[in-house]
């Protein structure tokens, strides 16, 4: 039972576009959630996040929006640059726990 | 900055032979995880230490034990590997409520 769900597994997105990934939970007692970019043979690198009780978190050229109805979460990049070429992944944290679940990451692809 | 390192960054070891990787953080952080990353699976928790000789099995601990001597290292040991532990071996800590990730260890089990 995969409570967190990213269901495309790769984006191909031209530079300088805007690359946006989701990802779909099940969890409603989820109160935080993140995102990661992992290069390979690279352990994954935080990128940001947002508490459940905000719908939209913004650092740079990273913006995450939280559809708390929807139970959805997506990351945008704009400008999408080649160096964001990676695996991304979300993760939702349960409420008073320290369990973190991770989706199956999206791999994105940014052409020059 | 966050600081975890993973000593070991590429293994190759023998089926039946016990294996250590190892973890350092320097934030004083006082949860810390291992996770093995595998295609099409994402990230799952193996062990999770929530403080000092404390541990607690994860999603998938079969095969693995944890130790936790020290608030800053935290081992992962496989006392009889297997090929099917062949994989990327993640560890973490945890500050506020962000974990934050090692380089990995890449382990392969022949």
């Known amino acids: 039972d995969q409570q967190v769900k990213q269901n495309s597994p790769s984006l191909s997105v031209q530079e300088g576009r805007i690359s946006i990934l989701n990802c779909d939970y099940t969890n409603s007692m989820f109160d935080y959630f993140l995102w990661y970019k992992k290069y390979p043979a690279e352990g994954p690198t935080f990128l940001i996040s947002i508490s459940s009780i905000k719908d939209k978190n913004e650092d740079g050229r990273f913006t995450v929006f939280l559809n708390k109805s929807a139970k959805h979460l997506s990351l945008h990049i704009v400008p999408s640059q080649p160096g964001d070429s990676a695996v991304y992944f979300c993760?939702?944290?349960?409420?008073?726990?320290?369990?973190?679940?991770f989706g199956t990451g999206t791999r994105l692809k940014v052409l020059a | 900055d966050v600081k975890v390192t993973q000593s070991s960054r590429y293994l190759v070891k023998r089926t039946g032979e016990k294996v250590f990787l190892e973890c350092v953080q320097d934030m004083d952080h006082e949860n810390m995880f291992w996770y093995r990353q595998d295609p099409g699976l994402g990230l799952r928790l193996i062990y999770f230490?929530?403080?000092?000789?404390?541990?607690e099995k994860g999603d998938i601990p079969e095969g693995y034990s944890v130790s936790r001597e020290k608030k800053e290292r935290f081992s992962l040991i496989l006392e009889s590997a297997s090929t099917n532990q062949t994989s990327m071996y993640l560890c973490?800590?945890?500050?506020?409520?962000?974990?934050?990730f090692g380089e990995g260890s890449w382990l392969t089990v022949v």
């Open positions: 230490s929530y403080d000092v000789k404390m541990k």
């Open positions: 973490a800590s945890r500050g506020g409520n962000t974990i934050y």
């Open positions: 993760a939702a944290k349960d409420t008073g726990t320290y369990k973190y679940i």
